[in-house]
C-alpha cells in the first residue's frame, strides 16, 4: 500500500461500484423487513464497503472475507423458518441419554454433567470458561487474516470456504434434529417454549466477574435456542487447527489452537449449553464436513474452477508467504 493512495476508485467500473452498493442496500432492506436488522450488520456491511473502496488491497480483503460474512448471514436467515418448524424439538432423549451415559452422581441421583456444574463451579474455571468461548469464532477469522496478509491466500480461501461449509453441514443437522440445550430443560422443563429468548447460562458468572455483559449481549441475539446440535461451538476452532496442520503453521501455533479447541469443548459442558453428546457430534461434524470439502469439493471440476478463479482475484499465495 506504500505510496498508494487511499480511497481512490481507479481499477473499478462504474457498473462494478453500482452493484456493490445496490447488493448492500437490498442485503440491509432483505434483513431489516424479513428477519430483523441489528446494529452488527450494519456495522458489517459498513466495514465491507470501507475495505472495499479504500484500496486495492483491502478490496481483496473484503472479498476473500465473503465465506465469513456468508456464514453471518445464513446463520441469521435461519430465523425466517426455524428448525422447530421442520421436526420436533426433543428435549427430553437427549437428556435422559446424556445422564445414562455420562451421569454423575449427586447425593441420592444422577445428573448430566452440565447440572453437576451449575451446582459446583469455581471462579478460575468461570474465568478460563469465559475466555476460551471469546475465541468461538473470532480466533478461527483472525487465522484466517492472519494467512491472507502473510501472503497465504489460497491456504486462506480454503480454510474459509471450509469453514462455511461444515456450517452448512451443521445447519442441516439443526433442521434434522432440533434440540434444546441443557439449561432450557433444567430452567422450564420438557416442554417447548419457541418464544423462550437466548440465554447466557454458567457464562453468566464470568460477565458477573469481570462486570461487563459481554455473552448477555451475544445471546440476546441468539437466532434460535433450539439448535444445540450438533454443537457448532466444538467444530470452529477444531476447523482452525486441521487448516493450521495443513497450511503447515508452526507447531505452537497448531498447539496453542488444540490446546483453545479442548477448552471450549470443556465450556460448552461447564456452561451447561451443551450436551456432551452435542460436542461429539460437533466434533464428528467438523471432521466429516472438512473431509467432504477436501475430498469431494476441491476435487469436482466446477468447484475447482470456482476455486482457483477466486484465489486469482484476491491475489494467490505471494511471495510473502
Given at each position: ?30 434483513q ?6 441489528i446494529?452488527a ?9 470501507l ?6 488491497y483491502?478490496?481483496k ?11 453471518e448471514?445464513s ?10 418448524l ?22 441420592t441421583?444422577?445428573?448430566i ?8 463451579n ?9 475466555i ?8 478461527p477469522?483472525?487465522f ?5 496478509i502473510?501472503?497465504?491466500r ?7 470456504l ?21 439449561w432450557?430443560v ?7 417454549d419457541?418464544s423462550?429468548?437466548?440465554n ?10 469481570i ?9 440476546v ?15 470452529y ?7 493450521s496442520?495443513?497450511?503447515r ?11 483453545i479447541?479442548?477448552?471450549?469443548w ?11 453428546i ?7 461434524t ?8 477436501e ?27
Amino acid at each position: 500500500m506504500k505510496g498508494s493512495k487511499l480511497f481512490s476508485l481507479e481499477g473499478l467500473s462504474r457498473r462494478e461500484i453500482i452493484l456493490v452498493l445496490v447488493c448492500c442496500l437490498i442485503f440491509l432492506l432483505l434483513q431489516g423487513i424479513v428477519v430483523g436488522l441489528i446494529p452488527a450488520q450494519i456495522v458489517m456491511v459498513a466495514l465491507f464497503l470501507l475495505l472495499y473502496f479504500a484500496h486495492d488491497y483491502t478490496r481483496k480483503m473484503a472479498v476473500a472475507l465473503l465465506p465469513f460474512i456468508a456464514f453471518e448471514i445464513s446463520y441469521d436467515w435461519m430465523r425466517l423458518y426455524p428448525n422447530y418448524l421442520v421436526n420436533e424439538v426433543d428435549t427430553q432423549a437427549i437428556y435422559e441419554t446424556e445422564r445414562q451415559l455420562f451421569g454423575i452422581s449427586d447425593g441420592t441421583r444422577s445428573i448430566i454433567p452440565g447440572e453437576f456444574f451449575m451446582n459446583h463451579n469455581h471462579a478460575v474455571a468461570d474465568f478460563m470458561a469465559g475466555i476460551f468461548y471469546l475465541c468461538w469464532v473470532p480466533l478461527p477469522i483472525a487465522f484466517g487474516l492472519y494467512l491472507f496478509i502473510k501472503g497465504r491466500r489460497r491456504d486462506y480461501l480454503r480454510f474459509a470456504l471450509a469453514f462455511l461449509f461444515v456450517n452448512w453441514v451443521g445447519f442441516i443437522g439443526y433442521y434434522i434434529h432440533p434440540t434444546a440445550p441443557p439449561w432450557y430443560v433444567l430452567q422450564y422443563g420438557f416442554t417447548p417454549d419457541f418464544s423462550t429468548p437466548g440465554n447466557v447460562a454458567g457464562l453468566i458468572r464470568f460477565d458477573e466477574m469481570i462486570g461487563i455483559p459481554v455473552f448477555q449481549s451475544i445471546y440476546v441475539n441468539n437466532s434460535n435456542i433450539f439448535a444445540a446440535v450438533p454443537s457448532l461451538h466444538a467444530a470452529y476452532m477444531l476447523i482452525a487447527t486441521i487448516y493450521s496442520v495443513i497450511s503447515r503453521r508452526s507447531w505452537f501455533c497448531t498447539t496453542v489452537f488444540a490446546f483453545i479447541t479442548v477448552g471450549i469443548w470443556w465450556t460448552a459442558v461447564y456452561s451447561c449449553h451443551h450436551y456432551i453428546i452435542d460436542v461429539l457430534l460437533g466434533i464428528a461434524t467438523a471432521c466429516i464436513g472438512v473431509a467432504l470439502f477436501e475430498k469431494l469439493l476441491m476435487r469436482w471440476s466446477v468447484f475447482s474452477r470456482f476455486f482457483n478463479a477466486y484465489s486469482r482475484y484476491i491475489g494467490e499465495n505471494s511471495v510473502r508467504g
